[in-house]
């Protein structure tokens, strides 16, 4: 597959509805969150078909390019993906799970990340 950054695009918008529905799947499961954590959650995206993503690479500026954003430790970022605008590290991290997952059929190394506020 040859990817450009309209296939990229592609890509995180399929994760970011996965994300928001595994959201929504959890708030509605769960009801009133409030009992629960506080926390942020996060995927980050390290290989893409087995081979390291460092900003030279191709797929790399090709993610900079969809508005991916590499942070301190040189991985790509996506942080809240789902958009869940509360609180509950639940939520979030059903979210971000989901958006790895969707990322991971595509061929990227992606793992969902969280800690606690």
Do not use: H
Not at 32 to 38: K, L, R, Y
């Amino acid at each position: 597959m040859t990817l450009t950054v309209e296939k990229i695009q592609d890509i995180l918008t399929d994760a970011q509805q996965a994300a928001a529905n595994a959201a929504q799947l959890a708030y509605e499961r769960n009801g009133n969150t409030d009992w629960d954590a506080c926390g942020f959650a996060w995927v980050n995206i390290y290989e893409f078909n087995g081979k390291k993503l460092d900003g030279r690479t191709k797929i790399a500026k090709l993610l900079k390019q969809a508005g991916v954003r590499q942070d301190y430790t040189r991985a790509f970022s996506v942080w809240n993906p789902g958009g869940y605008g509360g609180q509950s590290i639940s939520i979030k991290e059903a979210a971000a799970d989901a958006y790895a997952g969707v990322l991971k059929q595509y061929g990227f190394t992606a793992y969902a990340g969280s800690r606690l506020d």
